[in-house]
């Protein structure tokens, strides 16, 4: 089976990334996603979920033209996006009832830890009640040439103790999917080395743009 933008190396052992390759979790997406996905001369990569909880990120981010590839392959993995709102915006009629709809998860941000601890527990509790619960975040948060990618992901799925799946959109090779699943060991240098090795090869429509795999200072 083709490994997708580049093949990464199962970890030398240690605190080093786990390489998941099992895909328990089977999803049903849209056959009619994939046919325009091949229609515009696409190809999709996915063969299913390690775990019902874990986080996603999508690389690169580099153009608008991202949200309609990525909305289009949403649609035709079937998993069910959820993203970080803040909760008041939950509080206001209509609104509040819309974004819980396209998959927003109320945050309080005054909660000691702010986002990440909101979100760890959150994975935390929906492991337990067997929830499915799939965090998607663009790291670089921005399509604008940035030094590295954002932390939140990475201490959410350290802290939840929950898989990380790298999405790529490769205008270059018109790929776009998720092929490899890591559980991060907490040496920052070692999971972002494994996750940058996977993703080499990947090009986004202004590729110039693309921050490197790396986190950013803190």
Not at 17 to 28: G, S, W
Request: hydrophobic letters at 45%; one cysteine or more; proline letters at 6%.
């Amino acid at each position: 089976m083709d490994d997708g933008p580049s093949k990464a190396g199962a970890p030398g052992g240690g605190d080093g990334p786990l390489l998941l390759t099992q895909r328990p979790v089977q999803l049903h997406g849209s056959p009619l996603a994939k046919a325009c996905l091949r229609l515009a001369g696409w190809r999709f990569d996915f063969d299913g979920l390690p775990s019902r909880q874990g986080v996603m990120t999508v690389y690169p981010h580099t153009s608008n033209w991202d949200f309609v590839v990525g909305v289009l392959a949403k649609w035709a993995m079937g998993i069910p996006v959820t993203f970080w709102a803040k909760d008041s915006l939950f509080r206001v009629p209509l609104l509040g009832r819309w974004l819980r709809w396209l998959g927003g998860v109320p945050v309080d941000r005054s909660a000691p830890g702010g986002l990440v601890d909101d979100m760890v527990q959150r994975m935390r509790e929906a492991r337990e009640a067997g929830r499915f619960l799939w965090l998607v975040v663009a790291p670089e948060g921005t399509r604008s040439h940035g030094a590295g990618w954002r932390s939140g992901f990475y201490r959410v799925a350290v802290g939840a103790d929950v898989p990380v799946g790298l999405a790529y959109l490769d205008f270059g090779r018109r790929r776009v999917g998720v092929t490899a699943f890591f559980r991060f060991g907490g040496e920052r240098a070692l999971d972002m080395q494994a996750a940058a090795s996977h993703l080499a090869a990947v090009r986004g429509l202004r590729h110039e743009l693309a921050a490197p795999v790396q986190l950013k200072e803190s």
